[in-house]
């Protein structure tokens, strides 16, 4: 059984937080976001996770906590309702911003279908190489964030965090895109950029391999096997990082 408050964690910085890469790579998204002011969403979730959201020039940007001055403010009452919101099966209710309600239902609405498109692709959409770079870089940034959720909140998870060394972990696809895995204190936490001085790597040898390892059809071991999963430096933060891709997929599944 899933752990209702690590979801809510994964929902709110791997799931919203990617929006910030959507509104980078696809013009579309950015197009929805051509507000001059900024408008910026605070989620209040009790007892889980609290950020905020700020739309403005075709961006995007996720930070923790709730701003005072946010434009609209939306408290749930628990985390399950958080994650009810996040699959669309419950209606939030805002507190403070009913003049932004237009641009909750429209533009916001239409950012996060546009951002579903990409995370759940049918075969038809990933036959467009430009869609399926797009979905693929998106699918690495919500996984990469999603590993600290798992480390710092899941109680498997958090084992295996317990087991890692302080230090960096490189996250990557080789010559597209990277993450930093920032172990402090047995507490996980996620850079989307490449570390400096990594005392592990983890890299996928491309696009295509990586895809094909997010969507379950290829399997981890044998990439390793092959060299198609190039891993180096610290055993024990590659192994226990493993264990914990191994919880992400049953999150996202």
């Known amino acids: ?123 038809e959409d990933l036959a467009d190489p430009v869609f399926f770079e797009r979905s693929t870089q998106l699918m690495f940034y919500v996984i990469s964030v999603a590993l600290s959720q798992i480390g710092d909140y899941d109680e498997i998870g958090k084992f295996s965090a317990h087991l890692c060394p302080d230090g960096d972990v490189q996250f990557s696809i080789k010559d597209c895109v990277g993450a930093t895995i920032h172990i402090k204190d047995c507490v996980l936490s996620t850079e989307k950029k490449m570390p400096a001085n990594p005392r592990a790597i983890m890299e996928f040898a491309d696009l295509k391999l990586a895809r094909a390892l997010f969507d379950g059809k290829v399997n981890a071991l044998a990439c390793i096997g092959n060299g198609t999963i190039e891993m180096h430096g610290m055993v024990n933060m590659i192994d226990n990082l493993n264990r914990m891709l191994d919880r992400v997929a049953l999150y996202l599944a």
């Open 1 to 123: 059984m899933l752990d209702q408050k690590t979801m809510a964690y994964l929902n709110m910085y791997a799931i919203l937080g990617t929006l910030e890469n959507l509104c980078e790579l696809d013009p579309e998204a950015r197009a929805l976001m051509t507000n001059k002011k900024p408008i910026s969403l605070a989620f209040d979730v009790k007892d889980g996770p609290k950020a905020t959201l700020t739309f403005s020039n075709g961006r995007v940007q996720l930070q923790p906590g709730v701003a005072k001055n946010c434009s609209i403010k939306i408290p749930l009452s628990s985390c399950e309702k958080f994650n009810l919101v996040i699959e669309g099966k419950a209606t939030p209710i805002p507190v403070k911003g009913f003049q932004y309600i237009n641009f909750l239902l429209k533009d916001f609405d239409a950012l996060t279908k546009l951002l579903e498109k990409y995370l759940r692709a049918s075969e």
